[in-house]
């Protein structure tokens, strides 16, 4: 029910802005995160955004990424700048309808993901 976009292969120190949005209902008043996960990996929570527009981030991409939304567009952006090869990643998007800012519970939707890969 989600869709993220945006995703490609880049540079080391290069950037990319991710895109997440839903065709049947509002993100207006839903807290959207991002969400990675490497092969071989567990998945992370990168950075979420509350519907007041609190923003908060894992340390690991804090001052690289900027998570913004835009209601009027119904979509969340999701800006990384200075990628890093360990910033490699399917990136997915999803929503928590309790509106509660975490990285860490629960979300109610989820998107299909977007593949990031930075290599040289």
């Known amino acids: 029910q989600l869709v993220e976009s945006g995703g490609g292969l880049v540079q080391p120190g290069g950037s990319l802005r991710l895109s997440c949005t839903a065709s049947?209902?509002?993100?207006?008043?839903?807290?959207i995160g991002w969400f990675r996960q490497a092969p071989g990996k567990e998945r992370e929570g990168v950075s979420c955004?509350?519907?007041?527009?609190?923003?908060f981030y894992v340390d690991s991409v804090t001052g690289r990424f900027t998570i913004s939304r835009d209601n009027a567009k119904n979509t969340v952006y999701l800006q990384m700048n200075s990628l890093k090869p360990e910033d490699t990643a399917i990136y997915y998007c999803?929503?928590?309808?309790?509106?509660?800012?975490?990285?860490?519970?629960?979300?109610?939707?989820w998107g299909q993901g977007t593949q990031v890969t930075v290599s040289s």
């Open positions: 049947a209902f509002g993100l207006d008043y839903y807290t």
């Open positions: 955004i509350s519907s007041a527009g609190s923003s």
């Open positions: 999803a929503a928590n309808v309790r509106d509660s800012p975490t990285l860490h519970g629960h979300y109610d939707y």
